[in-house]
């Protein structure tokens, strides 16, 4: 069965800091991967997709994939409360006219003024 | 506005009755898919659906049944609703990216399903 794998935290963080967010998947084919942002009661939203191995940037955000060592991670710069919320990693793999996409448990994120 | 949304997004119903959670988009997406969020297990996948009269397990699907119709809808349909299917559900849709895969998920509301 195809895992994801997070530390469910709480993270902590300063305001200002670096957070860094990591993530694990069992499946060597997974082809895709995803971070989404979820505050509490909320649906969850996307931030980020990476598909190649290195680093992705989009503004403070950045995603790296390591399909060697199959870890996924996101770096969120200069932290604001704002960013406080749940994170999921998520890793899709497709084939065959099928598609899958599973989740990770979530890791949350506390950014402290 | 593009936007998933989701009917009713609070129900609260007894065990053994056929309830029916309704899942609509408006961005013409091919892909559709019901996700189920539970505290400490996370959003896990229930069914999903490549396109009209195409759909597929997910990783959860025992006790639920789907339809694709229409483009447009994927209702999600309990037949005997049983007190463990008391969750937070929800309805999401993507369009192909590529050739194979889906790209950006678009999530409805959610759904919060009590079942006494």
């Known amino acids: 069965q195809k895992e994801v794998e997070q530390n469910s935290g709480p993270l902590s963080v300063p305001e200002g800091a670096i957070a860094s967010l990591n993530c694990t998947y069992s499946?060597?084919?997974?082809?895709?991967f995803f971070w989404y942002r979820q505050y509490s009661g909320k649906s969850p939203e996307l931030i980020m997709f990476?598909?190649?191995?290195g680093d992705k940037e989009d503004g403070r955000f950045t995603a790296q994939l390591n399909k060697a060592s199959q870890y996924v991670s996101l770096l969120i710069r200069d932290s604001q409360p704002s960013d406080s919320a749940t994170y999921l990693c998520?890793?899709?793999?497709?084939?065959?006219?099928?598609?899958?996409?599973?989740f990770g448990k979530g890791t949350k994120l506390s950014v402290i003024p | 506005e593009a936007q998933v949304t989701q009917n009713p997004r609070y129900l609260i119903t007894v065990t053994g009755k056929k309830l029916t959670v309704t899942c609509s988009q408006n961005?013409?997406?091919?892909?559709m898919s019901w996700y189920r969020q539970d505290p400490g297990l996370g959003l896990r996948q229930i069914y999903y659906?490549?396109?009209?009269?195409?759909?597929d397990k997910g990783d959860v699907p025992e006790g639920y049944k789907v339809s694709r119709k229409e483009k447009r809808n994927f209702p999600l349909i309990l037949e005997s609703p049983s007190p463990n299917q008391t969750s937070l559900y929800f309805c999401?849709?993507?369009?192909?990216?590529?050739?194979?895969?889906?790209?950006?998920?678009?999530f409805g509301p959610g759904t919060r399903l009590t079942v006494l």
């Open positions: 659906s490549m396109n009209v009269e195409v759909t």
């Open positions: 990476i598909y190649s191995n």
């Open positions: 499946d060597r084919g997974s082809q895709s």
């Open positions: 999401a849709s993507s369009s192909p990216a590529g050739l194979d895969f889906p790209d950006t998920q678009y």
């Open positions: 961005m013409n997406h091919e892909y």
């Open positions: 998520a890793a899709s793999y497709s084939g065959a006219g099928s598609y899958q996409l599973t």
